[in-house]
Nanobody, 126 residues
Framework: LRFSCRRWGGLVQVGGSLRLSCSAS????????IAWFRQAPGKEREGVSS????????YYSDSVKGRFTISIDNHKATVYLQMDSLKPEDTAVYYC???????????????????WGKGTQVTVSS
């Protein structure tokens, strides 16, 4: 699988919004789980959110719960991460990942994520 990730918008200020999208070749996001991860300089990778393609069950890290929303558009075979009320600590490289199984909330730890896209930089200025 090859992922194509896109950041809708440029540099954003604190409190602003940004949307990320991810699509993949030969994968309609109609099975398995898709997740977003991020990694800030000098920090470990963090699972941000995941969604089950079959039933839409979502998981969020405590750091983004209530501010970020993950969704799937099956017709466009695209997964979105809507990020609102952005904070400086949200600055990181964001990655899309997918797995054909379902690891539940463990997906945020990377379990079951077999395919990884290239990252896209998100910078929140204060």
């Amino acid at each position: 699988l090859r992922f194509s990730c896109r950041r809708w918008g440029g540099l954003v200020q604190v409190g602003g919004s940004l949307r990320l999208s991810c699509s993949a070749s030969e994968y309609a996001f109609d099975e398995g789980q898709i997740a977003w991860f991020r990694q800030a300089p000098g920090k470990e990778r963090e699972g941000v959110s995941s969604i089950s393609a079959s039933d839409g069950v979502t998981y969020y890290s405590d750091s983004v719960k209530g501010r970020f929303t993950i969704s799937i558009d099956n017709h466009k075979a695209t997964v979105y991460l809507q990020m609102d009320s952005l904070k400086p600590e949200d600055t990181a490289v964001y990655y899309c990942a997918a797995g054909l199984g379902n690891s539940g909330s463990y997906s945020l730890r990377g379990y079951g994520m077999s395919y990884w896209g290239k990252g896209t930089q998100v910078t929140v200025s204060s």
